[in-house]
């Protein structure tokens, strides 16, 4: 399976926040690698994981901006 590390930060991007993930050891980064997000807000870490835009067209079309007018069926 492909790394979604880069799923994981699309979603850091949109929500304006930063991975606090920091790859201290071998179980971080495997989580990184499979799209999770930690979250820290306050005293409390959440992991998150992130929409699959890399994976799974849905999800990448979820990007586009609203308004987006294709000539192509399969944009």
Request: aromatic share 6%; hydrophobic share 45%; proline share 4%.
């Amino acid at each position: 399976m492909p790394s979604r590390s880069l799923d994981g930060q699309i979603y850091c991007a949109i929500h304006g926040m930063a991975d606090a993930d920091d790859l201290g050891t071998s179980r971080l980064i495997e989580a990184r690698a499979d799209g999770f997000v930690l979250i820290g807000q306050a005293a409390a870490y959440v992991w998150v994981a992130s929409p699959r835009f890399t994976l799974e067209l849905e999800a990448a079309e979820s990007l586009q901006p609203s308004g987006l007018v294709t000539i192509c069926a399969d944009a």
